[in-house]
């Protein structure tokens, strides 16, 4: 394995890093603890460092914890001009699970794009996961809904429009110096400061062609040119009912709180589906009030056993 200096890396004396072949790509992902596995995957714009004190925590509770860096996120290497789709990472997440946990099911908590992606995998793969954890997106189906007719709700989502369009994006991140990332993380929670996380994302994401792989998520969700033809069936799956046990924290501050009581028809009515709102927390909840969110991941997944 290279230098964690070399790749983006940085040193969590409590987790290693690992790698996985999985659909062409070489994951890298974090590791720690022993036990049932839990999956966490991170959002935008992030990467898997995102989870550092929920691995600690659920590491020292009995769990075996991944953290991975989904394509387009600096350690994790793929092909140019590759597939960011919602149905190849929930095909990828699936497969990390297959191949980590002896086909099993597992645990799994998402935030931002890992929600998104864990909603897919719940959809199109609910014999992958065990319970899932899902912090601050509420369904996919029902944030689409809210956008046809909340000019709000838009505005909030302005970065998805503005995602759409070519070369503005890119050139908009890498100048200056990825201060847009900045912007974002300000923006969506405003009253929590994590600079040092936030200044390590930046460096992360300017590596390479992060920029243009990490934008290829939001262009896939919405223009179907971005997407992998041959996971079409898999695509169209995606936003099945779920019957998996699922939780969606989020935070007070976060307007996308509203549209949580108006995803209920997304669930199964077998599936368990509830939702809580976090004080004092905007949109990376999982880092603002890591405690409380912690202790919540750990008594969602230890109804299981």
Same mark, same amino acid.
């Given at each position: 394995?290279?230098?964690?200096?070399?790749?983006?890396?940085?040193?969590?004396?409590?987790?290693?890093?690992?790698?996985?072949?999985?659909?062409?790509?070489?994951?890298?992902?974090?590791?720690?603890?022993?036990? *049932?596995?839990?999956?966490?995957? /991170?959002?935008?714009?992030?990467?898997?460092?995102?989870?550092?004190? +929920?691995? #600690?925590?659920?590491?020292?509770?009995?769990?075996?914890?991944?953290?991975?860096? =989904?394509?387009?996120?600096?350690?994790?290497?793929?092909?140019?001009?590759?597939?960011?789709? %919602?149905?190849?990472?929930?095909?990828?997440?699936? =497969?990390?699970?297959?191949?980590?946990?002896?086909?099993?099911?597992?645990?799994?908590?998402?935030?931002?794009?890992?929600?998104?992606?864990?909603?897919?995998?719940?959809?199109?793969? *609910?014999?992958?996961? =065990?319970?899932?954890?899902?912090?601050?997106?509420?369904?996919?189906?029902?944030?689409?809904?809210?956008?046809?007719?909340?000019? %709000?709700?838009?505005?909030?989502?302005?970065?998805?429009?503005?995602?759409?369009?070519?070369?503005?994006?890119? %050139?908009?991140? #890498?100048?200056? %110096?990825?201060?847009?990332?900045?912007?974002?993380?300000?923006?969506?929670?405003?009253?929590?400061?994590? +600079?040092?996380?936030?200044?390590?994302?930046?460096?992360?994401?300017?590596?390479?062609?992060?920029?243009?792989?990490?934008?290829?998520?939001?262009?896939?969700?919405?223009?179907?040119?971005? #997407? !992998?033809?041959?996971?079409?069936?898999?695509? !169209?799956?995606?936003? !099945? +009912?779920?019957?998996?046990?699922?939780?969606?924290?989020?935070?007070?501050?976060?307007?996308?709180?509203?549209?949580?009581?108006?995803?209920?028809?997304?669930?199964?009515?077998?599936?368990?589906?509830?939702?809580?709102?976090?004080?004092?927390?905007?949109?990376?909840? /999982?880092?603002? +009030?890591?405690?409380?969110?912690?202790?919540?991941?750990?008594?969602?997944?230890?109804?299981?056993?």
């Amino acid at each position: 394995m290279q230098h964690p200096q070399s790749t983006g890396m940085k040193s969590i004396d409590y987790a290693d890093h690992k790698f996985l072949q999985i659909q062409g790509a070489e994951y890298c992902y974090l590791e720690a603890g022993e036990g *049932p596995l839990v999956l966490l995957i /991170h959002g935008y714009p992030d990467n898997a460092y995102s989870w550092e004190h +929920q691995i #600690r925590f659920l590491a020292q509770n009995g769990y075996r914890v991944i953290a991975p860096f =989904t394509r387009g996120y600096a350690p994790t290497r793929t092909v140019e001009n590759g597939f960011f789709d %919602r149905a190849t990472l929930a095909l990828d997440m699936t =497969t990390l699970i297959e191949q980590l946990n002896d086909g099993k099911p597992a645990f799994l908590v998402g935030q931002d794009w890992g929600a998104a992606i864990s909603y897919g995998v719940m959809g199109a793969f *609910p014999q992958s996961v =065990t319970r899932a954890m899902v912090l601050a997106i509420p369904h996919p189906v029902e944030v689409m809904r809210t956008l046809k007719k909340s000019p %709000r709700h838009c505005l909030r989502s302005f970065h998805w429009f503005l995602f759409q369009l070519p070369w503005l994006p890119e %050139r908009l991140i #890498r100048w200056p %110096r990825g201060q847009f990332l900045n912007f974002l993380w300000h923006l969506w929670s405003p009253d929590f400061n994590d +600079q040092k996380h936030v200044d390590h994302v930046i460096d992360a994401m300017l590596q390479g062609h992060s920029v243009e792989d990490t934008l290829a998520y939001y262009r896939a969700a919405i223009q179907k040119k971005y #997407r !992998d033809p041959e996971l079409e069936s898999v695509f !169209d799956r995606l936003n !099945d +009912q779920i019957v998996v046990p699922t939780r969606v924290l989020c935070g007070q501050q976060d307007m996308r709180k509203e549209l949580l009581p108006r995803a209920t028809d997304q669930f199964a009515d077998s599936a368990e589906y509830q939702w809580k709102l976090i004080d004092q927390a905007g949109h990376f909840l /999982h880092r603002e +009030q890591l405690d409380i969110v912690n202790r919540e991941i750990l008594d969602w997944i230890s109804k299981a056993s």
